[in-house]
């Protein structure tokens, strides 16, 4: 079983919507927790990071953590074209060193 | 500032030929890693550097091996490609361990086909 699962999607949103993303992970002792961005044939970008449960904004985007159900999301509000793009989420623990990434989640944003 | 350097970007090689893709930090990171990603499985670990001098297998090692040349160079080397190593590789590093608080900034990617 992977450990970091998210849908594949495609998720598609009009233009100005919110656009939710999901993200479950399979290890308790998991500690930080990441959105990157990736567009199509480039690397992923950081996005948000989130290490407390909890809400996390950083202007349009929110990051929410639930350590209890093991559950991250992704936010986006004013969802714009420019927008669409591969999300992956990533998790992480001191006892790895490393980030374990999910296969991603495509956003498509409709004009 | 250039960041992550992969070099080469592209390469095409035939089953059994070796090669080495080379990757630079200009960040004075300590942590780097190597990762391929593949449609629909994201990104897998290779292997890993927390420190100049130390090297570990991540989830998919075999068929790959790795140096640490100094504290800004880690290369990944393909001794004897095979079909399944075609792939997009991307070397990535981290100011700490990634696993805990550490930010990954990655390079462009090197894209591997083995005929």
């Known amino acids: 079983q992977k450990e970091v699962e998210q849908n594949s999607g495609p998720l598609s949103v009009p233009e100005g919507a919110i656009a939710s993303l999901n993200c479950t992970y399979s290890?308790?002792?998991?500690?930080?927790f990441f959105w990157y961005r990736q567009y199509s044939g480039k690397s992923p970008e950081l996005i948000m990071f989130?290490?407390?449960?909890g809400d996390k904004e950083d202007g349009r985007f929110t990051a929410q953590l639930n350590k209890a159900s093991q559950y991250v999301s992704l936010l986006i509000r004013d969802s714009q074209p420019s927008d669409s793009a591969t999300y992956l989420c990533?998790?992480?623990?001191?006892?790895?060193?490393?980030?374990?990434f999910g296969s991603g989640t495509r956003l498509q944003v409709q004009p | 500032n250039a960041g992550v350097t992969q070099t080469p970007k592209f390469q095409v090689l035939k089953t059994g030929q070796s090669m080495t893709l080379q990757c630079a930090q200009d960040?004075?990171?300590?942590?780097m890693y190597w990762y391929r990603q593949d449609p629909g499985m994201g990104l897998r670990l290779i292997y890993y550097?927390?420190?100049?001098?130390?090297?570990d297998k991540g989830e998919v090692p075999n068929g790959y091996n790795v140096s640490r040349l100094n504290k800004r160079e880690f290369s990944l080397r393909l001794e004897s490609a095979a079909p399944s190593q075609t792939s997009v590789y991307f070397c990535?590093?981290?100011?700490?361990?990634?696993?805990?608080?550490?930010?990954?900034?990655f390079g462009e990617g090197s894209r591997l086909t083995v005929l």
């Open positions: 989130i290490y407390s449960n």
């Open positions: 960040m004075n990171h300590n942590s």
């Open positions: 990533a998790v992480g623990d001191t006892g790895r060193r490393a980030l374990t």
């Open positions: 990535a590093s981290s100011g700490g361990l990634a696993g805990g608080t550490g930010e990954l900034f």
């Open positions: 550097s927390a420190s100049e001098g130390t090297t």
């Open positions: 290890d308790r002792g998991s500690q930080s």
